[in-house]
């Protein structure tokens, strides 16, 4: 698949380029976050998601009404993480009836989101239920602002809503990149709709269906059970509950990705919620991992800063600005500055660079 190229940020000295968490609160029983997305202009067409059924916000399950617990071993569990990615292992305990999911949190893709945060190494932990058990009462994850689950390639999940309580697709959107992902002003980047590279670029889940023609699973919510991904065919399948869930008989219940929200999933079916702990670097602007941030890359000479500025940038040399040394464009004038993803970057002239509007 080939990515779309979009501006790096440039803004060198504004407050919101910092990555300080929001203290938003989520259910008492759901694991809290103090992730927060960056809102960004409203731009419903942005990703591409199959058509698929919706779910029945009503239709919600309860213990022993459609949430029906299958089986399920060491074995078949590891065997729906792909290989080949280092970012990600998964280790798996059945005596202890738990898994692990351990993760960088970072894609094994170069992302061209068009935030203003940079992606940085997490440290996710997340030990959850082998077997997952059915809750007497679902519980909500609508107004979550954090993790509710991690994708097979170790990026979380977020759920259907921004910060600021909107849709994430229709006000997020324009800032998700090729992958469907972008990160938050915590710089952990993550995913609110169905990802289009968890199995690599060019490599879509349809191209990994199960043996029985079922959709692949493409990820675990916090509650243990599988997500798979989105299917289009929806009376082939039976419809989905409150939660994007169904049981049959091969999976007993999972959830399903869709095109409307809640996108992913809209309510833990599980009764036990899984631990998750992050010992990540917290977001600063130091030197960036490699191929996978978003904001102006650290430099020492114009040499590191080879295909570090934006297409349609006359040229990049490493600058000093008010977070150090910085790989910048530079210019004559504005008519040589690219746009960045906050708006038109200006040319200072006296420095040769190309800056915000409100300048550095």
Same mark, same amino acid.
């Not at 390639?153 to 849709?167: E, K, L, S």
């Not at 800032?175 to 060019?202: I, L, N």
């Not at 939660?243 to 095109?259: L, S």
């Not at 940038?313 to 600058?319: L, N």
């Given at each position: 698949?080939?990515l779309? %190229?979009?501006?790096l940020l440039?803004?060198?000295s504004?407050p919101?380029i910092g990555?300080?968490?929001?203290s938003?609160?989520?259910? =008492?029983?759901?694991p ?11 731009? =419903?067409?942005?990703?591409? !998601?199959?058509? /698929?059924? !919706?779910?029945? !916000? ?11 617990v ?11 993480f792909?290989?080949g ?23 094994n893709?170069?992302?061209?989101q ?15 239920p082998?077997? @997952?058990?059915?809750?007497?009462? %679902? ?36 800032s998700?990149?090729?992958? /469907? ?10 995913y609110?709709?169905? @990802? ?5 670029v ?6 990994? @269906? ?5 959709p @692949?699973?493409?990820g675990?919510?916090l ?9 289009a065919?929806?009376?082939a ?9 169904h049981a ?12 409307? =929200?809640?996108?992913l ?15 990540m ?7 960036p991992?490699?191929?996978a941030?978003?904001? %102006? ?5 114009? =040499? ?24 910048v464009?530079?210019?004559?004038s ?11 970057l ?8 190309c800056?915000p509007?409100?300048?550095?």
């Amino acid at each position: 698949m080939q990515l779309r %190229p979009v501006a790096l940020l440039f803004a060198l000295s504004l407050p919101w380029i910092g990555c300080s968490g929001d203290s938003s609160s989520a259910p =008492s029983d759901v694991p809290t976050s103090t992730a927060t997305d960056a809102s960004s202009t409203p731009d =419903s067409a942005a990703v591409d !998601a199959p058509a /698929v059924d !919706a779910p029945a !916000a009503a239709d919600v399950p309860a213990g022993g009404t459609g949430c029906v617990v299958a089986a399920r071993t060491c074995a078949q569990l590891r065997a729906t993480f792909p290989t080949g990615n280092a970012n990600v292992s998964v280790t798996c305990d059945e005596a202890a009836g738990t898994f692990t999911i351990t993760s960088t949190g970072v894609p094994n893709y170069t992302s061209n989101q068009t935030t203003p945060n940079a992606i940085a190494t997490q440290g996710w932990v997340a030990v959850l239920p082998l077997v @997952p058990g059915c809750a007497a009462a %679902p519980t909500s994850v609508i107004a979550s602002r954090g993790e509710v689950g991690f994708m097979v390639n170790g990026v979380p999940f977020y759920g259907p809503q921004d910060a600021d309580g909107r849709d994430a697709l229709v006000f997020e959107g324009s800032s998700f990149d090729d992958c /469907v992902g972008h990160a938050d002003m915590r710089c952990s980047y993550h995913y609110h709709t169905e @990802p289009r590279c968890v199995f690599g670029v060019g490599d879509p889940a349809t191209n990994h @269906p199960q043996a029985d023609g079922h959709p @692949p699973v493409i990820g675990y919510a916090l509650d243990g059970f599988a997500i798979h991904s989105s299917y289009a065919a929806a009376a082939a399948h039976g419809p989905l509950d409150g939660c994007n869930g169904h049981a049959d008989a091969a999976r007993g219940y999972h959830y399903h990705a869709t095109a409307t =929200s809640p996108y992913l999933i809209g309510c833990y079916a599980g009764r036990a919620i899984g631990r998750v702990t992050r010992s990540m670097a917290l977001c600063s602007m130091t030197t960036p991992d490699a191929g996978a941030t978003m904001g %102006p890359r650290a430099c020492t000479s114009s =040499s590191d800063c080879t295909g570090a500025c934006p297409t349609g940038s006359v040229g990049c040399a490493c600058a000093t600005t008010p977070m150090g040394m910085r790989c910048v464009p530079t210019c004559n004038s504005t008519a040589d500055c690219p746009t960045g993803p906050m708006g038109a970057l200006t040319c200072n002239v006296a420095m040769h660079q190309c800056v915000p509007a409100m300048g550095m």
